[in-house]
């Protein structure tokens, strides 16, 4: 159902024409509730009945609108059949600068196929005219000076994005694949009389699938060098989503393989490439150091660090408000603000577009639509290596604190595991944190503030970044429900049983060892209950520091302190022993102040002791008495 307000809107009335109407009993299906018109999504204007000079303009109703790209990344078809933003001025940027290789790193969905899919539809030399799909956008309007590049050049375009496969054996036939249809794409070189007859010979090996390892490394630079010469101009090179293959190989240990062939592939179009007008890329991460791009001085990176070309990957403010109110949906800019605005490409705001067009075409129903558009696997390495402060770090950013991290925008792939500090690096790149403040630092790097840009991501972080840290399976899951009972419930023997019984089925022996395990184990479980709580951890309160505050959003919830002791081989009467020094260091130190400061009025306190796989809790309520 639409209000009145939308339904003008839509119809090109005013809302107290709307009103009237629903009134007079014109427009079928209206009810009244709570003491506003409620209208059918499907009503049409009714006919006005009077007669007027003049010519009639019909007003597009929601059925007659075009209808979202969901999931579209050719150009031409976006264009002309769906509701496109016009990112067109990407061109006329890029002819502003003429840099002759451009990388763009940006998250993944943010449209960096469907840009890359523009800019071959506008250079490229067609049977068709392809102008076209130009004449009513941005670009066209800028004058000759650039629209005289359009359909010029040959282009040889390549996308990896489905690249994806579990040994290098499959890869390389992929990429053959790609390389088969492209090479079959300009066949017509073929005639040409300044191709020689071993080019030719080349080119049938491509074309029937009999190319060797050394053929395909080269067929860039060989396919560039044939365009140019049948068609007197040298061609535009365009990689899309070159660096997933690479991370493929990493995830599926074939990595020296991929990259190896990489650096000759990339180094035959790109370095030194007479026979090359422009090259562009993009990824998400840049792999410099990976000897990919070895040599290659006329490379320019555009990052999301950068203000160059900021606002033509993801949707800017203006944008987002243009697309709603064509729609009939100005009054949800709220919500899809908190939902998926908070990006920043350099200085520029930025919504994930792939969830604005899911939640406009859902009519407004926030989900987190991004999380099922594909994982990045190499987290999974990153998290496993994760130390217990950077655990701490990731914890704080869910409870929506921010951190400060140095930020290497030369992530390198094989390096990630060994050096944990990086995962900050690759959770910004990847479009899982915003940078509100940063400073570049003479050595390259930056100094950021970080944190998490939106509620889509807060949702995201609990699937793909917690669940790494906490192992969530089904029995991960079932505790951490259980956990949640018991604390609503203050009920720690069902809390004991809870972790005891994770422990024992989930747990490696060996993965149990020092304090910090524990209490990382413990504060992810109980994360997921963030809505209730605002979840605190090592935290100066009284004469010392906490392990853990739980501290109720709604003062119906009661406290609660946590605070965790650790020791190999204890007996059973030991582990108890341990468990009421935790918690006797509790009332001794006043780790309560802070939730005093918070108005909360009843504190209940758990000391846990570990050892191995056994776990015993000792509690107390907020008088201080202990609860066997």
């Given at each position: 159902?639409?209000?009145?307000?939308?339904?003008?809107?839509?119809?090109?009335?005013?809302?107290?024409?709307?009103?009237?109407?629903?009134?007079?009993?014109?427009?079928?299906?209206?009810?009244?509730?709570?003491?506003?018109?409620?209208?059918?999504?499907?009503?049409?204007?009714?006919?006005?009945?009077?007669?007027?000079?003049?010519?009639?303009?019909?007003?597009?109703?929601?059925?007659?609108?075009?209808?979202?790209?969901?999931?579209?990344?050719?150009?031409?078809?976006?264009?002309?059949?769906?509701?496109?933003?016009?990112?067109?001025?990407?061109?006329?940027?890029?002819?502003?600068?003429?840099?002759?290789?451009?990388?763009?790193?940006?998250?993944?969905?943010?449209?960096?196929?469907?840009?890359?899919?523009?800019?071959?539809?506008?250079?490229?030399?067609?049977?068709?005219?392809?102008?076209?799909?130009?004449?009513?956008?941005?670009?066209?309007?800028?004058?000759?000076?650039?629209?005289?590049?359009?359909?010029?050049?040959?282009?040889?375009?390549?996308?990896?994005?489905?690249?994806?496969?579990?040994?290098?054996?499959?890869?390389?036939?992929?990429?053959?694949?790609?390389?088969?249809?492209?090479?079959?794409?300009?066949?017509?070189?073929?005639?040409?009389?300044?191709?020689?007859?071993?080019?030719?010979?080349?080119?049938?090996?491509?074309?029937?699938?009999?190319?060797?390892?050394?053929?395909?490394?080269?067929?860039?630079?060989?396919?560039?060098?044939?365009?140019?010469?049948?068609?007197?101009?040298?061609?535009?090179?365009?990689?899309?989503?070159?660096?997933?293959?690479?991370?493929?190989?990493?995830?599926?240990?074939?990595?020296?393989?991929?990259?190896?062939?990489?650096?000759?592939?990339?180094?035959?179009?790109?370095?030194?490439?007479?026979?090359?007008?422009?090259?562009?890329?993009?990824?998400?991460?840049?792999?410099?150091?990976?000897?990919?791009?070895?040599?290659?001085?006329?490379?320019?990176?555009?990052?999301?660090?950068?203000?160059?070309?900021?606002?033509?990957?993801?949707?800017?403010?203006?944008?987002?408000?243009?697309?709603?109110?064509?729609?009939?949906?100005?009054?949800?800019?709220?919500?899809?603000?908190?939902?998926?605005?908070?990006?920043l490409f350099g200085n520029e705001e930025i919504y994930n577009p792939w969830s604005v067009i899911n939640y406009v075409a859902k009519k407004g129903v926030p989900q987190a639509y991004w999380v099922n558009t594909?994982?990045?696997?190499?987290?999974?390495?990153?998290?496993?290596?994760?130390?217990?402060?950077?655990?701490?770090?990731?914890?704080?950013?869910?409870?929506?604190?921010?951190?400060?991290?140095?930020?290497?925008?030369?992530?390198?792939?094989?390096?990630?595991?060994?050096?944990?500090?990086?995962?900050?690096?690759?959770?910004?790149?990847?479009?899982?944190?915003?940078?509100?403040?940063?400073?570049?630092?003479?050595?390259?790097?930056?100094?950021?503030?970080?944190?998490?840009?939106?509620?889509?991501?807060?949702?995201?972080?609990?699937?793909?970044?917690?669940?790494?840290?906490?192992?969530?399976?089904?029995?991960?899951?079932?505790?951490?429900?259980?956990?949640?009972?018991?604390?609503?419930?203050?009920?720690?023997?069902?809390?004991?049983?809870?972790?005891?019984?994770?422990?024992?089925?989930?747990?490696?022996?060996?993965?149990?060892?020092?304090?910090?395990?524990?209490?990382?184990?413990?504060?992810?479980?109980?994360?997921?209950?963030?809505?209730?709580?605002?979840?605190?951890?090592?935290?100066?309160?009284?004469?010392?520091?906490?392990?853990?505050?739980?501290?109720?959003?709604?003062?119906?919830?009661?406290?609660?302190?946590?605070?965790?002791?650790?020791?190999?081989?204890?007996?059973?009467?030991?582990?108890?022993?341990?468990?009421?020094?935790?918690?006797?260091?509790?009332?001794?130190?006043?780790?309560?102040?802070?939730?005093?400061?918070?108005?909360?009025?009843?504190?209940?306190?758990?000391?846990?002791?570990?050892?191995?796989?056994?776990?015993?809790?000792?509690?107390?309520?907020?008088?201080?008495?202990?609860?066997?």
């Amino acid at each position: 159902m639409m209000t009145c307000k939308e339904k003008a809107l839509e119809w090109g009335i005013s809302e107290r024409t709307v009103n009237a109407l629903c009134k007079n009993g014109r427009i079928p299906g209206a009810v009244k509730a709570g003491g506003r018109w409620q209208i059918p999504e499907e009503a049409r204007r009714p006919e006005d009945g009077r007669i007027s000079s003049g010519r009639y303009v019909k007003k597009n109703t929601l059925e007659e609108r075009k209808s979202l790209p969901v999931g579209i990344s050719d150009y031409a078809r976006a264009q002309s059949e769906y509701y496109y933003v016009d990112k067109t001025l990407l061109i006329r940027e890029f002819l502003d600068k003429k840099p002759m290789v451009s990388l763009f790193t940006r998250p993944r969905r943010f449209g960096k196929t469907l840009n890359m899919d523009m800019l071959r539809c506008f250079f490229e030399i067609a049977e068709e005219d392809t102008s076209i799909y130009f004449q009513n956008t941005k670009i066209w309007k800028c004058g000759e000076r650039y629209t005289s590049h359009q359909g010029k050049y040959p282009v040889i375009f390549l996308t990896f994005k489905d690249v994806k496969f579990d040994s290098w054996t499959a890869t390389l036939e992929k990429i053959k694949d790609l390389l088969q249809a492209e090479f079959g794409r300009h066949a017509e070189i073929l005639t040409g009389s300044h191709i020689a007859d071993y080019e030719k010979e080349y080119y049938a090996r491509i074309l029937n699938g009999n190319a060797s390892y050394m053929d395909l490394t080269v067929s860039l630079e060989k396919l560039s060098k044939m365009l140019t010469d049948y068609y007197g101009i040298a061609p535009i090179i365009i990689i899309d989503e070159y660096d997933t293959p690479v991370q493929e190989g990493y995830s599926r240990d074939y990595y020296n393989e991929i990259i190896n062939f990489m650096r000759v592939f990339f180094s035959g179009a790109f370095k030194d490439n007479k026979n090359l007008s422009y090259g562009f890329l993009t990824g998400i991460l840049r792999i410099a150091q990976e000897s990919i791009f070895s040599g290659l001085n006329n490379l320019s990176v555009h990052s999301i660090m950068d203000d160059e070309y900021s606002q033509f990957f993801g949707f800017t403010s203006a944008e987002v408000s243009e697309m709603l109110s064509y729609y009939g949906m100005t009054d949800k800019m709220d919500e899809l603000k908190e939902w998926y605005d908070g990006y920043l490409f350099g200085n520029e705001e930025i919504y994930n577009p792939w969830s604005v067009i899911n939640y406009v075409a859902k009519k407004g129903v926030p989900q987190a639509y991004w999380v099922n558009t594909g994982k990045n696997e190499i987290l999974v390495d990153v998290l496993q290596a994760a130390t217990e402060d950077i655990k701490e770090q990731l914890f704080a950013l869910l409870q929506g604190n921010s951190v400060i991290a140095r930020i290497d925008q030369n992530v390198v792939y094989r390096d990630i595991a060994e050096n944990p500090d990086n995962i900050f690096s690759l959770l910004l790149i990847a479009g899982y944190l915003k940078t509100p403040k940063k400073e570049l630092q003479p050595d390259g790097y930056y100094l950021c503030e970080v944190s998490i840009p939106n509620k889509e991501i807060a949702v995201v972080y609990k699937s793909e970044i917690l669940s790494h840290l906490i192992q969530v399976g089904a029995i991960a899951r079932t505790t951490a429900n259980r956990i949640a009972e018991s604390l609503f419930a203050c009920d720690y023997r069902k809390m004991q049983n809870a972790i005891t019984e994770y422990l024992q089925n989930s747990v490696s022996f060996f993965d149990a060892g020092a304090e910090g395990f524990y209490h990382g184990l413990v504060l992810g479980l109980i994360s997921l209950m963030d809505n209730q709580y605002r979840i605190r951890s090592n935290r100066e309160s009284g004469n010392g520091r906490y392990d853990i505050a739980m501290i109720p959003r709604d003062n119906k919830y009661p406290g609660i302190l946590m605070e965790f002791k650790w020791k190999a081989g204890l007996e059973e009467e030991e582990i108890d022993q341990l468990a009421q020094k935790a918690l006797d260091q509790i009332n001794k130190n006043h780790y309560d102040a802070e939730l005093m400061e918070y108005g909360v009025e009843s504190v209940f306190k758990l000391g846990i002791a570990f050892s191995g796989k056994r776990v015993k809790i000792r509690k107390s309520n907020e008088m201080g008495m202990v609860l066997k």
